[in-house]
């Protein structure tokens, strides 16, 4: 069994900061690829960042400059570092992960968190 344990999620004002993070546990063989996506509502499901195994990285325009993505290879955990916030960025936020889980390559979803941003 994988788990994905997500934290950081709040309420934060419109210039403030949050920091998310993605923990994987479970009988893990390799992580590969770690992101975030985020779901506002009414809207669908988009990426926010992804890190690969050997750290590079692509961001959403929307977020260039303000969100840094980082992972921490020892603690299969992966953080989202959200500076600048807007209200925009309201959503709920999914970390995803790409995992070999014994002998195969399973794609996993973390629970959301909400990241409500005031104006």
């Known amino acids: 069994q994988v788990q994905l344990v997500v934290s950081g999620g709040g309420l934060v004002q419109a210039g403030g900061s949050l920091r998310l993070s993605c923990a994987a546990s479970?009988?893990?063989?390799?992580?590969?690829?770690m992101g975030w996506y985020r779901q506002a509502p009414g809207k669908q499901r988009e990426l926010v960042a992804r890190i690969t195994s050997g750290g590079s990285t692509n961001y959403a325009d929307s977020v260039k400059g303000r969100f840094t993505i980082s992972r921490d290879n020892a603690k299969n955990t992966v953080y989202l570092q959200m500076n600048s916030l807007k209200p925009e960025d309201t959503a709920v936020y999914y970390c995803n992960v790409d995992m070999m889980v014994l002998t195969s390559w399973m794609n996993y979803w973390g629970k959301g968190t909400l990241v409500t941003v005031s104006s």
């Open positions: 479970g009988r893990i063989f390799s992580i590969n690829s």
